[in-house]
């Protein structure tokens, strides 16, 4: 009999091992999470995507090595609110990532920003935390200029990157950006950043896997973002010119970070997403990336504006060679990566993430539907394959006309308008899986019309029924609280003297 | 001694063998050949080319173990002439298949065309068949409607299919198509025709296979253009409607066809090309397919009108997993399969097409200029990664104001003009490899402009002087030259009396 009570127990250990795995209090059973984070990158930017150059092999052998995800999408179609949605796991009218200064206007943090991610949102690496993992910031935040805002005290361990994008005037006194960035200058194209960036995630990953902790690394080189640059080992070596510079190095960085995990033999228990923060910069003409066959670009809220290129990769667990139509969100991860390791996420607020494990493991699909903000205003809904635009804007005729163009070589009557339409009465209606590129709008009589639109008003109703807007971050700036007198500048001989305080109205032009 | 010169004897036979290979007088050595064309299916109807359905696991598998072409090109944006060149090597102002009744304008083989496939065109069948190749066509011919233009007249061996494109009316006595189509009805996009087109490859292969012979099949279904079709099996199967229906049932025939040749261990001596013969028909809006990233479509001389979505499978001989940036066209083929059999092409004409054999062996690139007509015209080059346009065009304003639009949601100015514009003095300037939607044209002032237009206009000066345009056959219709009494009528007392001969110039609208 006692030992039918071991073998009992023993039965038992393993059962409620299996049940809790990878939730297990074990902490080498916990999945370590990357999340490659890319600053401007459009769908159409990788191979496996369709760009005619064909020069990203790292991605596309990750993608044949996991899970492809054409479906999925960044939370907003602009840098800030959409890296505040990834960390918190919701939308920007939620966390305060956006503004009321202007209607349905995109803000983000510039380094006169008084605003930042708040205090009360609960960001992924401080849930993590909670586990045991340790979490690491490498390359851009964006969550806010002041100390308060920064990755440190927000959950991660560790950060070697900038607040803002990296970025000149590298020695402007009267606008200083975060000091040592002198030391990482670009010029004319060129610059050693994503190399360091490169071997600064090799670090953690060797380092974390030596202590034994579980990690999550947050890899988020902006080379992709004007002012674009390439180190000299990839300098014209693409045939894109010198965007397609930055992107064979962030390939090749993607590839010599999933080599590092399978030397270390925890390729099995690492969840790698590829992914970027909004579509491509199509207003940077042939300076910024690809949107494959979508409309639009970044700062839009039609399909190029945030239907991002996403992988993600986890060998023994998710399948080779998948693709899943899942449609996805940035702000999943977060959802995600708190389901695998083991932890709650916060129930005292709407989280608009939603756990994607059965995706990964299973290929199931959930419906679920997506949101495509612009500031403060819901401009379109998709449920489905239908997505039904309620307000349509590219940027004010103006600036059109001074060739700031967020749709070069497009033109959607009705639908690529400069003026800020509403349709809300009469949703515009694309059937997104036979017209992903937005072109043929369902005329309103139809019985595909009457059929669809109601499924997707009810959506947005019940969205808009439980609503509660967070207060707006990005309304205010102040020259005040720019970087004068970064810590360590006395010691460097480098602090300045800021102007007095003077809070004015930001302004936003699109 | 004697042991010695049977050793050298056979060292040489050896060594003769090797430099022979594949053009060896064992006709088992010579490789099969597999052209599969495609009808209006555009680069972006791929999932390998980024079609964001990611319907075509066969043909994205097809291109992982084979070598992929995103620089690959039909010599014509329409489907006769484009058929033409592929079957002669020869660009259409060369073989024919153009008109001069209007100028720049497309022409094709329709139910009342006199002209056809010229008689001193050596067709690559007809060169095949010198060294003991079958050929069979299964599908759509389309290089001429009377008798003397068919296939079997023209080095095919077997025919399974239409002089012309798969559609109705089926029993319309006045406009007569070919008889027996009415036991082929497309109804409601519902036609069995793929599977049988399927079947029929297969039987064909078996039986060359097993007779021993080196076989030519040219496989080119018609169900990707307009009227529409796919099976009961596939019907409803895809998220992008019936076009995605007809796309996936080919994916499958190409499956179902390499597997085919596994089972029959014929794979490692069998070339297989899959392409499309002109771009997708964007006109034809959602029951068109995609060009990804390209510039309108079918008919016009952007790219959307004839980069192909192009594959070359060859286990053992084509490397898998290459992408190779050749500037290619269909003409090649004909030059490559010659050169493969071990046969010369005719030294008495220029032949368009070069020999791809280096390319598909080793990966090198060979530049070449690539020529763009339009019917009668010399529309633009492309040379290395530049493309030059001598002349732009997409169709009458008149046609584009009552909803026929070729470029639909696309605008480039001065680029897609309705009037025919001639900019040889100073032709446009794209670069397609940072630029493949041609949305920025490079400014004439520039220091890249000055440098790339001086070798565009090289290539095109050499090109003009030694042209000599073939007669044109794409002038004259006649009532008289439809399918009135087809072989076999009388049997089935189908035999229908046709008008007199009243030839009449044929009007092609764009």
Redesign the interface.
């Known amino acids: 009999m006692a030992r039918m009570a071991e073998v009992l127990k023993l039965v038992y250990f393993i059962f409620i091992n299996f049940l809790l795995l990878p939730s297990s209090s074990d902490g080498n059973q916990r999945p370590n999470f990357i999340v490659m984070l890319m600053d401007d990158m459009g769908w159409?930017d990788l191979?496996?995507?369709?760009?005619?150059?064909?020069e990203t092999p790292n991605l596309d052998r990750m993608a044949?090595d996991g899970m492809?995800f054409?479906?999925f999408y960044s939370a907003n179609p602009i840098c800030s609110p959409s890296r505040a949605s990834l960390m918190s796991g919701r939308l920007p009218i939620r966390n305060g990532f956006y503004t009321t200064n202007v209607h349905a206007h995109d803000a983000y943090t510039p380094q006169n920003i008084v605003g930042g991610i708040p205090e009360n949102e609960t960001l992924i690496p401080e849930l993590l935390k909670e586990v045991g993992y340790k979490s690491k910031i490498i390359g851009k935040w964006h969550l806010g200029q002041q100390p308060q805002f920064h990755p440190l005290k927000h959950g991660f361990d560790e950060w070697f990157g900038a607040p803002n994008c990296h970025f000149g005037p590298y020695d402007d006194k009267s606008t200083p950006n975060i000091l040592y960035y002198e030391e990482f200058q670009i010029k004319a194209g060129y610059s050693n950043l994503t190399q360091i960036y490169i071997q600064e995630g090799l670090d953690f990953i060797e380092k974390e896997v030596a202590n034994g902790n579980p990690f999550f690394l947050y890899w988020t080189p902006d080379a992709t973002h004007d002012p674009l640059y390439a180190s000299e080992m990839f300098r014209g070596t693409s045939?894109?010119?010198l965007?397609?510079d930055a992107v064979r190095e962030l390939d090749y960085g993607v590839g010599q970070i999933l080599q590092k995990l399978k030397d270390l033999h925890v390729d099995n228990n690492t969840l790698v997403f590829f992914s970027s923060d909004n579509g491509a910069a199509t207003y940077a003409?042939?300076a910024g990336g690809?949107n494959?066959?979508f409309?639009c670009g970044k700062q839009t809220t039609y399909e190029g504006g945030s239907r991002e290129p996403t992988i993600a990769w986890w060998p023994g667990r998710v399948k080779a060679g998948q693709?899943s139509?899942q449609v996805g969100s940035l702000m999943d991860l977060y959802t995600t990566m708190a389901s695998l390791s083991g932890v709650a996420v916060p129930k005292d607020r709407v989280i608009d993430g939603i756990d994607l494990t059965n995706v990964l493991l299973t290929n199931k699909e959930e419906e679920r539907p997506l949101f495509y903000y612009r500031g403060n205003e819901l401009m379109a809904v998709r449920l489905g394959?239908y997505k039904a635009h309620l307000w349509t804007y590219t940027n004010p005729l103006k600036e059109f006309e001074q060739g700031i163009d967020f749709c070069?070589?497009?033109?959607?009557q009705n639908l690529t308008t400069h003026d800020q339409v509403n349709h809300t009465l009469s949703p515009l209606l694309i059937?997104l899986?036979?017209?992903?590129?937005?072109?043929?709008i369902i005329k309103s009589h139809t019985v595909e019309y009457k059929t669809a639109m109601p499924r997707l008003q009810a959506a947005v109703a019940a969205h808009r029924a439980k609503l509660v807007p967070g207060a707006p971050q990005l309304n205010w700036c102040d020259r005040a609280v720019m970087n004068w007198a970064p810590p360590g500048c006395e010691k460097l001989g480098k602090c300045l003297k800021g102007p007095q305080s003077k809070p004015f109205k930001c302004v936003w032009p699109h």
Chains 1, 2 share one sequence.
């Open positions: 159409g191979g496996v995507f369709g760009e005619p150059n064909k044949t492809l054409p479906d045939r894109r010119g965007y397609g003409k042939t690809s494959g066959p409309l693709v139509h394959k070069p070589g497009q033109f959607i059937h899986a036979r017209d992903p590129g937005e072109k043929y």
